[in-house]
């Protein structure tokens, strides 16, 4: 089955979170995690991994926490994904032709046309639009 992985969901969960707060305002990943159940750890690394991509931004100290940092109408859903998660693919054969059947197999072709179609919406679809 074809879905996000958790660390996706979370991301966008938080990062909607972060979109509804008043321009700089700073919000915890606890405060986060609280607020939608989300497994604190695996958050903040999260949060950090996109704060490393310039996505949030991250503030140090007693009131610290996160914001936006991006604009969320510049990234597709296609790159985020794969800033978290690496390339978007419904089969391995699709990003890697390591595949001892690849010879053989009779659904690498219309696999691959559904591939391209998905990854064109991905691409075609903003944060921004997933935040509304």
């Known amino acids: ?10 991301a966008l969960m938080a990062l909607r979170h972060l979109s509804g707060k008043s321009a700089g305002e700073l919000t915890s990943s606890k ?3 609280g607020t939608y159940r989300i497994p604190g750890e695996l958050l903040a690394k999260t949060l950090q991994q996109l704060a490393r991509e310039g996505i949030v931004e991250t503030v140090q100290g007693p009131h610290g926490g996160y914001r936006l940092k991006a604009n969320l109408n510049l990234i597709n859903l296609s790159d985020f994904i794969e800033l978290l998660e690496g390339p978007v693919a419904l089969t391995d054969c699709s990003i890697d032709n390591n595949c001892s059947q690849i010879m053989t197999c009779t659904i690498r072709t219309p696999i691959h046309r559904i591939n391209e179609k998905m990854k064109e919406i991905f691409s075609n679809t903003t ?3 997933v935040m509304q």
């Open 31 to 33: 405060e986060i995690a």
């Open 1 to 10: 089955m074809l879905k996000l992985s958790r660390k996706t969901e979370y």
């Open 127 to 129: 944060l921004a639009e």
